[in-house]
């Protein structure tokens, strides 16, 4: 009855309906119209405080998801992010308790002393930082606790053995676990790991089919192209390893007699240097900037193709998820980060990067074979639907967690 007595209370100050009903020791609850899963984060199989920003519904969405999938398993999750971050009400409308705050320097005393204090009140089984002040600051946070400390990458490169700065992050040694959503990332960690247990792994960061399926196509009339136009897009920012210049370079290898326009999606990407290039182009009249766009998926759902031309870095590339989930068939470069995301020839087609002939070769050729480059398009959503969907990645994730507390490791 004590446990009868603590949830009637619990249930009168927040004006929570719900049914009880003891029998044998046990006690169920029968929601009516909130979710209580996570009502005394003790109960929980797992607690977890998460140190991540969740700004930006389209950048955050599959992580965010992650969590609230995680909550609906029954994990007791706590997250640290700004209370103005969009995804904050549905974090708070899934039981998962939301703490007003971002790690704005590293190795400050200050912020590592808050986090130390949550992880000690709250006797987390983990901590999972995403963020490199997150992680330097965390890292230090949890010196001496029982808590399992995870780190996220997203990014293949600049992680080496030789770095001391490499140490105060992914190759800290009170790191307990490094989550990477590409088998090269994890690789590259585990190469320059030189003592101890590897510590990297990889779990794809999953999408669900069901966000895309009410995007409509932007109409392309702004851009006065004509009928027949076939339109390549890439959706990007304004990075060198996105390799830009490799894609208006390929302008100079296509056909000029067929009707293919080039659209380039996301701020700051007509830089001097980009504009420069674009001017020597043939298809300089073909090329279009749109800057920054909020309908940037609905303009990719119109488009013919979609290429990705990034040189290095990058991991199972977040634009040529969506664009193969929106049906479009992608042209994307052999960097290691996005090996196997684009089965050769079957879901896509996979070129060698820096280079523009190769990239002006498959465009024409997609061009060329619309039977080809629609069964490529299919697909490639199915792809994503088998071998990339959010449910996998929550289940994957849940597993992770339970054993890693459990072993004890």
């Given at each position: 009855?004590?446990?009868?007595w603590?949830?009637?209370v619990?249930?009168r100050?927040?004006?929570?309906?719900?049914?009880?009903?003891?029998?044998?020791?046990?006690?169920?609850?029968?929601?009516?119209?909130?979710?209580?899963?996570?009502?005394?984060c003790?109960?929980?199989?797992?607690?977890?405080?998460?140190?991540?920003n969740?700004?930006?519904?389209?950048?955050?969405?599959?992580?965010?998801?992650?969590?609230?999938?995680?909550?609906?398993?029954?994990?007791?999750?706590?997250?640290?992010?700004?209370a103005?971050a969009?995804?904050?009400?549905a974090?708070?409308?899934?039981?998962?308790?939301?703490?007003?705050?971002?790690?704005?320097?590293?190795?400050?005393?200050?912020?590592?002393?808050?986090?130390r204090?949550?992880?000690?009140?709250?006797?987390?089984?983990?901590?999972?930082?995403?963020n490199?002040?997150?992680?330097?600051?965390?890292?230090?946070?949890?010196?001496?606790?029982?808590?399992?400390?995870v780190?996220?990458?997203?990014?293949?490169?600049?992680?080496?053995?030789?770095?001391?700065?490499?140490?105060?992050?992914?190759?800290?040694?009170?790191?307990?676990?490094?989550?990477?959503?590409?088998?090269?990332?994890?690789d590259?960690?585990n190469?320059?790991?030189?003592?101890?247990?590897?510590?990297?792994?990889?779990?794809?960061?999953?999408?669900?089919?069901?966000?895309?399926?009410?995007?409509?196509?932007?109409?392309?009339?702004?851009?006065?192209?004509?009928?027949?136009a076939?339109?390549?897009s890439?959706?990007?920012?304004?990075?060198?390893?996105?390799?830009?210049?490799?894609?208006?370079?390929?302008?100079?290898?296509?056909?000029?007699?067929?009707?293919?326009?080039?659209?380039?999606?996301?701020?700051?990407l007509?830089?001097?240097?980009?504009?420069?290039?674009?001017?020597?182009?043939?298809?300089?009249?073909?090329?279009?900037?749109?800057?920054?766009?909020?309908?940037?998926?609905?303009?990719?759902?119109?488009?013919?193709?979609?290429?990705?031309?990034?040189?290095?870095?990058?991991?199972i590339?977040?634009?040529?998820?969506?664009?193969?989930?929106?049906?479009?068939?992608?042209?994307?470069?052999?960097?290691?980060?996005?090996?196997?995301?684009?089965?050769?020839?079957?879901?896509?087609?996979?070129?060698?990067?820096?280079d523009p002939?190769?990239?002006?070769?498959?465009?024409e050729?997609?061009?060329?074979?619309?039977?080809?480059?629609?069964?490529?398009?299919?697909?490639?959503?199915?792809?994503?639907?088998?071998?990339?969907h959010?449910?996998?990645?929550i289940?994957?994730?849940?597993?992770?967690?339970?054993?890693?507390?459990e072993s004890?490791?």
């Open positions: 009855m004590r446990i009868f603590k949830l009637t619990y249930l100050e927040t004006s929570i309906r719900c049914h009880l009903c003891i029998f044998q020791n046990t006690v169920s609850i029968e929601q009516t119209d909130f979710n209580v899963n996570n009502y005394l003790k109960n929980a199989v797992l607690k977890i405080l998460v140190v991540s969740y700004s930006g519904i389209s950048s955050s969405r599959p992580e965010a998801e992650l969590m609230l999938g995680l909550a609906r398993k029954g994990v007791g999750i706590t997250i640290m992010t700004p103005t969009e995804y904050v009400p974090f708070e409308q899934a039981g998962i308790r939301v703490i007003d705050f971002q790690p704005r320097k590293k190795f400050d005393r200050n912020e590592i002393s808050f986090m204090q949550e992880l000690m009140d709250g006797d987390y089984d983990v901590v999972h930082l995403f490199g002040k997150a992680i330097i600051n965390g890292l230090k946070a949890a010196k001496g606790l029982r808590t399992k400390v780190l996220y990458r997203g990014y293949c490169g600049h992680i080496h053995w030789w770095d001391p700065t490499a140490y105060f992050k992914f190759l800290h040694p009170r790191a307990d676990a490094i989550w990477c959503i590409a088998p090269a990332v994890a590259l960690i190469r320059n790991i030189l003592f101890g247990r590897k510590k990297a792994f990889c779990i794809a960061k999953g999408h669900d089919p069901h966000w895309y399926e009410n995007i409509e196509a932007t109409p392309l009339h702004e851009f006065n192209l004509p009928p027949d076939f339109v390549v890439m959706v990007a920012n304004a990075r060198r390893m996105k390799g830009i210049k490799y894609l208006i370079r390929s302008t100079f290898y296509i056909d000029s007699s067929l009707p293919i326009y080039i659209l380039l999606i996301g701020r700051g007509d830089s001097p240097d980009i504009k420069k290039l674009v001017e020597k182009s043939p298809l300089r009249n073909r090329i279009i900037f749109t800057g920054y766009r909020p309908d940037a998926n609905g303009l990719v759902k119109n488009s013919d193709v979609f290429v990705l031309s990034s040189i290095f870095g990058e991991a590339c977040k634009s040529v998820i969506e664009a193969m989930s929106l049906g479009v068939a992608p042209v994307i470069t052999d960097i290691p980060g996005n090996r196997g995301l684009v089965e050769n020839f079957e879901s896509g087609l996979v070129i060698p990067r820096k002939e190769a990239i002006a070769r498959s465009v050729r997609l061009y060329r074979a619309p039977d080809e480059r629609q069964n490529m398009a299919m697909a490639a959503q199915d792809r994503m639907k088998s071998h990339y959010i449910q996998d990645t289940e994957k994730m849940f597993a992770f967690y339970q054993k890693l507390t004890g490791s």
